[in-house]
C-alpha cells in the first residue's frame, strides 16, 4: 500500500493576496488573507461568525494536513482559492448556489504516481451553542453531549432484500434551537466515500470525501457550505436548501410531459395479464415494472451462444408473461425472442412498460460472470454477494459491476439493441442501492468515484448506477422522447418505487423518512404486499362482516393519509373494493407534480393534533396537505410561513383544495397567512395557494373563494381589511388553464405572463381572477348529455375520422372504453360497438364524434381550438396537434364519461386479502361506499 507524507508548500514570496467574498440570502463566505469566514446574513441564530478550514489528507494513514496561502481571484460575488503543494494542486471555485455556496473544485495529480487524497471543510463557530446536535446525513439527529460523533463511509443499514445498504444524504450538520451549520457534497455526484464528525471538545464540524488521482489526472468533486434555520427541522431545513440549490438532481426525463411517471405503477397488472388500456386508465396506471423478460441473469439481449445452459435451479415452467404461461427450459430462443418482440412492440409504449434490468445491472448469471466477465465480480462480502433463486427464479446470481468492466460493455450494449429492437419507454432498475464495493481490476482505470480505504481503491456501487440512469437517458437522441428510467432505491431516476408496503410498519419506518429525501420532488410508488391483512388483523376469523366494514376503511383511509404525506400512488392491490382510493387519486398526481418538499413551514394553534402533515410545490405553487387520523374533528388555526416558501417578500393566499367550491378567509401577520382549518376524521385536507401579493408586513384579512367546472375556474380575493398598499398579484399556473382575465373591482388589470400590473388595494376591493380551459371548451353537462348510449343503454353515436392516418386506431379506444363497460355490465350486454366512418369534410351533426389529430386533417377544421369542444349542432370534436396529444384529450374525455358510466372496481382476491377472508367477510363482488369530501356540493 502506498503511504507517504503529504508537503505543503508555501506560495512563492511577495504573492500579492487579496480579499473575495460570496454572499446569499443565507449565508456568507468572506476570504481575508486566505482565511475563510462563514456568517449568517439573518441574525437570530445561536453563532455569529465561524471560520472555515480547507484541509486535505494523504491516505491511508496521513493526518489532515491545513492548506494554507492560497493564491486568490475574485470575481462577482465569487472568488477562488488555489492552492499549490509538490504533489498537487487543489483549487476550489466558490459561488452562490440557492441558499448555500457552492465550492467546485479541481484536484491535479502534478506527479508520475497515484496519489490517494482526502480533502476536507472543517467549520468552527465562534459559539458552542450551535453545536448542540449533530446530523450525520441518516434519518435522525443524535444530541451531542459532550463527545464526538462521527461517520466514516456510505455504507448505512444492509437492506436483507435489496442486497445493499442505505447511504447517507451527503451532509454533515450540527444545530441548536433556531440555527444551524452544514457543509457536504451534491447529491448523486460520483462519490464513493465521505465522512462526517462533530468535535464539541474541538468546536468543529467536519465533512470530508476520499478520491484517487491518476498521475497526471484532474479530479473533480463538489462540496457546500451553509447555514439554515432550523424552526421546522433540522434536517428538513438542510435538504430543502438542496432541492432547492440543485432542481437538476430530481429533475424527470422530459419533465411534466413524460407520459408515464405521472401515475400509478401497475403491480403487474400490465405483465402477468395482457395489458387492457381502459381498464389501466380507470386504475391509473402509466407504467409498468415488466420482471424478466429473458432467461438468463445477465444476459438482456438473450444472445445465441448463451441461450443453452444449465441452471443452478430448474427452469420455471410457468413463469407468465402477457397473460401466457411460459416453460422457460422448453421453450426456444427464436420463439421466445419472437414472443418478446411481437408484444413489446404492440404494447411497450402505450402501456409503459419498463424493461427490468438485470437488477440495476449488479448481479449476473453465477457460471455466465465466471467465464465471461471475471473482472467484474463484485467480491464485497459485507452485503449480500451471491443470490440463490433470485430475479430469474433458477439461477444462482453473483454480483456484478456494471462500469468500466468487460460486463458493463455487454450490458450497454444490451440496452441499445433492446431499446431499438422492442421500442421501449425505458427500463426498470432494481436493487438501486449503494454499499457495495467493486475493487476489482476497473478500479485501475481512471474511472469516476474512485475512493480508498484501509483495504485499497474502491468504487461503489452506487457511482455505476447512477452512471447507468445517464447512459439510459442517452441512448435515444430524440429531443421529445427520452428513456425513463424507474428505480426502487435511492439513486437517480425518474420514478422510484419504495419496497414495502405502507403495512410493513417495521420495514417502511425503518426506510423512511431517509428514503423520502432521496426521492425528493420525484414521483414514485409503494410496491408490497397490499393489505397484510392477516398481519394486520391476526384474528380476523373472529371477526363479523360487520367488523370488517368497519376496519377496511379505516384501513383504506391508513393507505390515503400516507400517499398524500410521501407524495407516492399505491397499486391495485389496495384499490379493488376502495372506490375512496381512486376517488383521491386526480389530487394526489396534482400534488405529484407539483413536487413533495422536506420542510413544512406550517404552525399548528396549541393543542391541535394533527400526525399526518406534508408540502408540495413552492411559492405560489405551494399545497398543503393535513389529515386527522383521529376519531373526532380537529379544528383550529394553522399558519403558513411565507418567508420559507419563497426566498422573497411575498403574501400567499390560501384556500381550501376543492374540485367545486371553498371559501377561506386568510389573516395576514407579517411573515405568516393564518387559516381557520376543520379537519374532519380521516378526511385529506388540502389547502392551496391562489395568488400572491408583495408582503408588507402589516396585518391583513383577505377572503378567498373559489369555483371550479370542468372549463373554468374562478377565484375570488376580497381584501377584507388592512390599509392601502400598492402590489404587483402573480397567479398560480394551472396545469390544462390560462389566465382569460384579471379585474379590480370590475375593472380589468394588464397581465404579462402569471403576474400583474401594480394594483391599488383598499379594504373592500375584490379582484377576480379567470381562467378557461384549454383541454375543454364545453361544459361537463355537454359531454354527460351527449347521446353515447341510448334509453337502453346501448351504444349508439358515430365516430367520425380522416380517410388516412393515426386516427382510425385512436377511434378504437371508444370501443375499448363501452366494451370495458359493457364486460362489467355498465352498459347493456347486447349493446353493439360504435361505428366508425371515414369523414371527407367537417360535419359535427348530433350523434357523432370526430376526431382529428393533425393541423387541418379536414376541411373546415382550421377555426377548431385544439382540444374537446361541441359544435351548434350537438356534435362532439377532438382535436390535437399529434396522436400522442389525440391519446391524452381522450383519456380526459374519458375521465368525464366516467361520471355517466361509473365502475367502482369490487373486491376480489389480491396480494395480502385473500379469497378466503372475502369468502368469510361476504365481500367478494362487492364495494365499500365512497365519501366524495373534495366537493362541496356532495358533502
Known amino acids: 500500500m502506498w503511504k507517504h507524507t503529504l508537503w505543503i508548500g508555501l506560495l512563492m514570496a511577495g504573492l500579492e493576496l487579496c480579499a473575495g467574498t460570496v454572499r446569499t440570502s443565507h449565508v456568507k463566505l468572506e476570504s481575508e488573507n486566505g482565511t475563510l469566514r462563514v456568517s449568517p446574513v439573518k441574525p437570530g441564530g445561536e453563532w455569529t461568525r465561524a471560520r472555515l478550514e480547507t484541509l486535505v489528507a494523504a491516505g491511508p494513514s496521513g493526518k489532515a494536513q491545513a492548506m494554507e496561502s492560497p493564491q486568490i481571484t475574485d470575481g462577482q460575488n465569487e472568488f477562488s482559492l488555489l492552492y499549490r503543494t509538490p504533489e498537487f ?3 476550489i471555485r466558490f459561488s452562490p448556489r440557492g441558499k448555500m455556496i457552492l465550492a467546485e473544485s479541481e484536484l491535479t495529480n502534478l506527479t508520475d504516481r497515484e496519489l490517494w487524497l482526502e480533502p476536507e471543510f472543517r467549520l468552527k463557530p465562534d459559539r458552542p451553542e450551535v453545536l448542540a446536535y449533530f446530523w450525520n446525513g441518516f434519518g435522525q439527529t443524535e444530541k451531542a453531549a459532550g463527545k464526538r460523533l462521527e ?25 441548536g434551537k433556531h440555527s444551524a451549520l452544514f457543509t457536504g457534497s451534491v447529491p448523486f455526484d460520483p462519490v464513493s466515500y465521505t465522512a462526517g464528525s462533530l468535535d464539541p471538545a474541538k468546536q468543529q464540524l467536519a465533512y470530508s470525501l476520499r478520491l484517487v488521482a491518476a498521475p497526471r489526472e484532474t479530479v473533480r468533486f463538489r462540496q457546500t457550505v451553509g447555514c439554515a434555520d432550523t424552526a421546522y427541522g433540522l434536517p428538513e431545513a438542510i435538504i430543502q436548501q438542496y432541492y432547492d440549490a440543485f432542481p437538476e438532481c430530481w ?36 407504467l409498468e415494472w415488466t420482471y424478466c423478460p429473458f432467461r438468463r441473469a445477465g444476459d438482456m439481449w438473450m444472445r445465441e451462444e448463451l441461450w443453452d445452459y444449465t441452471p443452478k435451479n430448474p427452469f420455471r415452467a410457468d413463469k407468465t408473461e402477457f397473460g401466457k404461461k411460459l416453460d422457460m427450459g422448453k421453450i426456444g430462443r427464436a420463439e421466445y425472442t419472437q414472443w418478446r418482440q411481437d408484444n413489446f412492440r404492440k404494447m411497450a409504449r402505450q402501456f409503459g412498460l419498463m424493461f427490468y434490468n438485470t437488477v440495476a445491472g449488479t448481479w449476473c448469471e453465477y457460471n455466465l460472470a465466471q467465464q465471461k466477465y471475471p473482472d467484474a465480480i463484485v467480491h464485497d462480502k459485507s452485503v449480500m454477494y451471491i443470490l440463490n433463486n433470485w430475479s430469474t427464479h433458477h439461477d444462482q446470481e453473483i454480483r456484478v459491476f456494471p462500469m468500466g468492466t468487460s460486463f458493463a460493455k455487454v450490458f450497454e450494449e444490451d440496452m441499445v439493441l433492446l431499446a431499438k429492437d422492442l421500442d421501449l419507454p425505458g427500463f426498470a432498475l432494481d436493487c438501486a442501492y449503494g454499499g457495495a464495493y467493486y475493487r476489482g481490476p476497473a478500479v485501475e482505470k481512471p474511472l469516476p468515484g474512485r475512493a480508498w480505504d484501509e483495504e485499497g481503491k474502491f468504487i461503489d456501487q452506487s457511482v455505476a448506477i447512477n452512471h447507468e440512469v445517464d447512459f439510459i437517458h442517452n441512448i435515444n437522441p430524440e429531443p421529445d422522447r427520452k428513456l425513463t428510467a424507474f428505480i426502487n432505491g435511492y439513486l437517480k431516476g425518474d420514478y422510484v418505487m419504495v419496497e414495502s408496503p405502507f403495512f410493513n410498519l417495521g420495514k417502511f419506518n425503518r426506510w423512511m423518512p431517509l428514503l423520502r429525501w432521496y426521492i425528493g420532488p420525484r414521483p414514485g410508488c409503494v410496491h408490497g404486499h397490499g393489505y397484510m391483512f392477516k398481519e394486520v388483523v391476526p384474528d380476523w376469523r373472529g371477526k363479523t362482516p360487520a367488523d370488517f366494514q368497519e376496519i377496511m376503511p379505516k384501513l383504506s383511509d391508513y393507505v390515503i393519509m400516507n400517499q398524500f404525506k410521501y407524495g407516492l400512488t399505491e397499486t391495485q392491490l389496495t384499490q379493488r373494493g376502495n372506490p375512496q382510493q381512486l376517488y383521491v387519486f386526480p389530487e394526489l398526481i396534482e400534488l405529484m407534480r407539483a413536487g413533495w418538499q422536506a420542510e413544512i413551514p406550517m404552525v399548528l394553534e396549541e393543542g391541535m393534533r394533527v400526525p399526518y402533515r406534508a408540502r408540495y410545490g413552492k411559492g405560489v405553487e405551494t399545497f398543503f396537505f393535513l389529515g386527522n387520523s383521529g376519531g373526532e374533528t380537529v379544528s383550529g388555526k394553522i399558519r403558513f410561513d411565507n418567508a420559507v416558501l419563497e426566498d422573497s417578500s411575498r403574501t400567499f393566499l390560501f384556500n381550501r383544495k376543492m374540485r367545486d367550491r371553498a371559501v377561506t378567509l386568510n389573516r395576514v401577520e407579517k411573515n405568516f397567512s393564518e387559516v381557520d382549518a376543520v379537519l374532519p376524521s380521516r378526511v385529506p385536507v388540502i389547502y392551496e395557494a391562489v395568488a400572491a401579493v408583495r408582503g408588507t408586513g402589516e396585518n391583513q384579512i383577505w377572503k378567498v373563494s373559489s369555483e371550479k367546472t370542468l372549463n373554468r375556474r374562478r377565484h375570488l380575493l376580497e381584501y377584507v381589511g388592512g390599509d392601502r398598499f400598492v402590489s404587483e398579484l402573480t397567479l398560480r399556473p394551472v396545469r390544462g388553464f390560462r389566465v382569460e382575465k384579471v379585474t379590480l373591482d370590475g375593472k380589468p388589470v394588464s397581465l404579462e405572463g402569471s403576474r400583474t400590473s401594480p394594483v391599488n388595494f383598499a379594504p373592500g376591493a375584490k379582484v377576480e381572477i379567470v381562467y378557461v380551459s384549454t383541454v375543454f371548451h364545453l361544459p361537463a353537462e355537454a359531454i354527460l348529455k351527449f347521446p353515447f348510449t341510448n334509453a337502453k343503454r346501448e351504444v349508439a353515436f358515430t365516430v367520425r375520422v380522416p380517410r388516412d392516418g393515426a386516427e382510425k386506431t385512436l377511434a378504437e379506444r371508444f370501443n375499448e372504453y363501452f366494451d370495458f363497460c359493457r364486460k362489467n355490465k355498465v352498459i347493456a350486454q347486447n349493446s353493439p360497438s360504435a361505428k366508425i366512418e371515414t369523414a371527407e369534410t367537417l360535419n359535427p351533426s348530433a350523434g357523432t364524434v370526430t376526431l382529428m389529430a393533425g393541423r387541418n386533417r379536414l376541411p373546415g377544421s382550421a377555426s377548431v381550438p385544439d382540444g374537446i369542444s361541441i359544435s351548434r349542432d350537438g356534435g362532439l370534436i377532438v382535436k390535437a396537434a399529434d396522436p400522442a396529444q389525440a391519446g391524452r384529450l381522450l383519456n380526459e374525455l374519458f375521465g368525464v364519461m366516467d361520471r355517466q358510466y361509473e365502475y367502482l372496481y369490487p373486491f376480489q382476491w389480491v396480494m395480502g386479502l385473500s379469497g378466503e377472508m372475502l369468502t368469510h367477510f361476504g365481500m367478494f363482488g362487492k364495494t365499500l361506499p365512497c365519501r366524495k369530501y373534495f366537493e362541496e356540493t356532495a358533502r
Do not use: C
Open 151 to 175: 461517520r466514516r463511509g456510505i455504507k448505512g443499514l444492509v437492506e436483507k432484500h435489496v442486497g445493499a445498504s442505505t447511504m447517507p444524504f451527503p451532509v454533515s450538520a450540527s444545530g
Open 89 to 91: 494542486s487543489w483549487k
Open 251 to 286: 429533475a424527470v426525463v422530459m419533465g411534466q410531459d413524460n407520459p408515464y411517471v405521472w401515475g400509478s405503477h401497475g403491480g403487474y397488472e400490465n405483465w402477468w395479464k395482457m395489458p387492457d388500456a381502459e381498464n389501466s386508465r380507470r386504475l391509473g396506471i402509466t
